[in-house]
């Protein structure tokens, strides 16, 4: 059993003055994996203040970016001396199959760091110098750290949604507190043992678990100059009510119900190909994933025979099998969530389809499901379930499936299948902060963030940094 029983402030592991607990259950046969401590107000309040003298008084921002640089490389090196063991807990905590826990727990966060290192020894990358517009001369647009960051990070990718919002944090300058998810508050600590291990500077990283509680002390402190949160729409609102009272700024990555259209001159091998991942990797938990499924007319049926053939060759089991591509879902609140969804649907009408792949007796499995005669309205076609079900819709035109597509709460992802020539006019149509051509394949060079009910700003490329900096111009 894994014990985190402290805090980590100011390069320090602190006793807690809360004493609750995170208890942490396997989600495969219930066992006790380990426990954290349940962070509270005062145990924010000494990481934040941390945060806060390591970015008024210490060495961090006063750097210049390609110091900074040097040092996140080095923390990238140590974190990938720990990725096993770092994927390892990740799987115990999430039931995440190693066979992506690996790369999302030990390589990914490793390739964000070191890209943001390259990024800040970019010329430009802090201040640049632009011709002035009334008159002669040029001025200068300096770029400066916001100050102290709040990361509130994800269960379903713990590392690497920590890293995508570390990374560009520290390569602006900031200094950060983090919070990891209660389903998942074991591993972020090898992040603290790497800064220690190679010297960091003291307070700035800092980390204290917990839940909804934790993170509403965080977002609230007056030491905070900036949050960025990945989780659920709903608690992106919260967040944002109080940022907004702070005229604080967020980055919000929320929810998803993205959808894959399919043209009549798609090719179905490939489609079905990129499906396999695009909708149902992690379990169906990850907020990109393409949930809704358009097919014309045509080829509706074959497209529905297709995706239930998908469903139902996906290997579900023991996420310590390498052969294993789904595990269980995380916890009894969201496997409860998923299977009530997918009754409300079947007692409103829809058909289930697959949904009958054997499970093992244990754990909070669930069978991937196709979902078809669904009303575009209804529940399962517009809100996210967060696990291994897929409904499928036909349309009667282009017109029709960029109506479908839109008619949605969320704007996050998606992706066009179909004659190279035909899917560019089309993706530009749906409405959504990134949508991919005859696959979903994002990119850490281009930014990544959605619309309306999924959220504000966007991460990934340089866009990720300037959320975490203030602009100067200095005009002579």
């Not at 010329?123 to 509130?152: H, K, W």
């Not at 993170?215 to 949160?229: E, M, N, Q």
Request: charge should be negative; glycine fraction near 10%.
């Amino acid at each position: 059993m894994v014990l985190r029983d402290r805090v980590f402030a100011g390069g320090e592991w602190l006793s807690p003055a809360s004493r609750a607990e995170i208890v942490v259950e396997s989600p495969v046969d219930h066992r006790e994996v380990g426990r954290a401590v349940d962070g509270g107000e005062e145990d924010v309040d000494r990481a934040v203040r941390a945060a806060r003298a390591a970015f008024d008084e210490g060495p961090w921002p006063r750097m210049s970016a390609s110091e900074r640089a040097d040092w996140i490389d080095r923390l990238a090196d140590e974190l990938e001396r720990r990725g096993p063991e770092t994927s390892a807990l990740i799987t115990a905590e999430i039931g995440q199959p190693v066979a992506l826990s690996r790369p999302w727990g030990g390589v990914r966060p490793v390739a964000h760091l070191r890209y943001y290192a390259r990024l800040a020894r970019q010329a430009g990358f802090d201040e640049e110098e632009r011709p002035n517009a009334n008159r002669e001369g040029t001025s200068i647009v300096q770029r400066e750290p916001l100050g102290v960051a709040a990361l509130i990070v994800p269960w379903n990718h713990p590392q690497a949604s920590t890293t995508l919002k570390l990374a560009p944090a520290l390569a602006a300058g900031c200094t950060v507190v983090i919070k990891p998810a209660p389903e998942s508050p074991l591993d972020i600590f090898n992040l603290a043992e790497a800064s220690l291990a190679i010297g960091m500077p003291p307070g700035v990283i800092n980390i204290v678990p917990g839940g909804r509680d934790t993170g509403r002390a965080l977002v609230a402190h007056p030491g905070i100059d900036k949050v960025g949160f990945t989780g659920s729409s709903e608690a992106g609102r919260t967040i944002a009510s109080i940022a907004g009272q702070r005229l604080m700024p967020v980055t919000l990555e929320l929810g998803g119900k993205s959808a894959a259209i399919i043209l009549e001159s798609a090719d179905l091998d490939a489609v079905f190909a990129s499906l396999r991942g695009a909708s149902f990797d992690n379990t169906g938990q990850t907020c990109a994933l393409m949930a809704r499924v358009l097919a014309p007319r045509p080829l509706y049926a074959e497209v529905v025979d297709r995706l239930v053939d998908l469903a139902r060759d996906l290997r579900v089991g023991d996420p310590l099998d390498e052969s294993t591509e789904l595990g269980p879902l995380v916890s009894r609140r969201i496997h409860d969530r998923v299977t009530g969804m997918v009754g409300r649907a079947r007692a409103q009408g829809a058909t289930l389809l697959a949904g009958d792949t054997p499970l093992p007796d244990e754990g909070y499995f669930v069978a991937p499901t196709v979902v078809t005669d669904a009303a575009p309205d209804s529940e399962i076609a517009q809100e996210e379930v967060f696990g291994p079900v897929v409904s499928v819709h036909p349309y009667a035109d282009v017109d029709d499936a960029v109506r479908i597509a839109n008619d949605s709460r969320y704007g996050l992802a998606g992706a066009v299948y179909g004659d190279p020539d035909e899917v560019l006019p089309v993706a530009r149509r749906v409405r959504t902060g990134s949508i991919g051509l005859n696959g979903y394949r994002p990119d850490l060079n281009t930014p990544y963030g959605g619309y309306k009910d999924s959220g504000l700003g966007r991460e990934f490329g340089i866009e990720a940094v300037r959320n975490y900096q203030e602009v100067k111009s200095i005009w002579r």
